[in-house]
């Protein structure tokens, strides 16, 4: 069968599965169940108005347990036993994982990407959301600023790889070196400041991110609080971060929030760059390298990431509601 073929049979199997689902539930519910006749006919109305919106949530409900809430608990309990999956070691991989040195350094550098990339990319997001808005040929620069959004973690990290190769010729950086008279050197071998230059990658895709949500937000604050702080005589940085930004803050902390949680699953920038080398490594990459020989570890570091993500995420949840009230 031709994959165009079988997209159709798909679409037209799951769309009619629902349109049937829905129909026969309803016609369950309102005939069998709870008809509405007869002398408890008001009462069976209302139970059934009830239980309705329960027949809608319940596909949904079901799929997030099956892609979802299973596949959390089966990593679990995979994670409780050894790497070959026949003996079951309760906390083993998390006593070993947490007491091997190169884990830690995993964690490390993961919490140095958390505090540096979200307030990098959503500062320099702002800063050019503000600054654009002031320019006739703003619009020109924010299609230019939001153009690496556009290109995968993979293709940006092999662009800067030659911005960072320690061939003259090549990387951009040590032909400055070389043009003011020091020697090449591989950056991304230099311990510690590696991860930064890595970092630089991530903040230059997800800056045009920060920056189109953050412009908006901009647009949107009421003009008349403006004109009151310059009737008062306040100046631009007074009316930028005194006015501006408290009435944004919302916005502010969903961006990066948002941020947050790309950075802890981040892998494709660290693995492409440097495979987790020369103390680059963080969790995902670490977790990478125990995929295909110790299934066991590889799923209590998976069970970290997530442990690590979930109350980002959570936060995220929230401030987007309150922004949305």
Known sequence: MSPLLQGLMTILIGVGGCVGYFYASNLILDKVIFPASGPKAGRNINRAN????????????LALGLYLVYPVIG??????????????????????????????????????????????????????????????????AK???????????????????????????????????????????????????????LMVILIWIQTGFAMVILSAALRGIPEETVEAAIIDGANPFQIFFKIKVPQIMGTIVVVWTTITILVLKVFDIVYTMTLGNFGTQILPSYMMSYMFRDDG????????????????????????RKEMR
């Not at 009830?50 to 596909?59: D, E, G, S």
């Not at 960072?164 to 990387?171: F, S, T």
């Not at 570890?297 to 929230?318: D, E, H, K, S």
């Open 50 to 61: 009830a239980i309705r919106p329960w027949l809608f949530l319940l596909p949904a409900v």
């Open 143 to 197: 299609s230019l600023i939001f153009m690496p959004m556009a290109i995968s973690f993979v293709g940006a990290s092999l662009i800067w790889r030659m911005v960072y190769a320690n061939n003259p010729d090549i990387g951009v950086i040590n032909a400055l070196r070389v043009f003011f008279g020091a020697d090449p050197v591989d950056l991304l071998q230099v311990a510690f400041w590696n991860n930064f230059f």
């Open 75 to 140: 990593s679990f309990y995979r994670s409780l036993f050894n790497r070959d999956g026949t003996e079951f070691i309760w906390f083993g991989n998390y006593i070993t994982m947490f007491g091997d040195a190169e884990f830690r350094t995993s964690l490390v550098n993961n919490f140095l990407w958390v505090l540096v990339v979200p307030a990098a990319a959503t500062f320099f997001g702002l800063l050019i959301a503000q600054l654009t808005d002031r320019l006739s040929w703003g619009n020109i």
């Open 297 to 320: 570890r590889a799923t209590a570091v998976a069970f970290v990431i997530m442990i690590i993500v979930l109350p980002v995420m959570v936060w995220n949840i929230i401030q987007a």
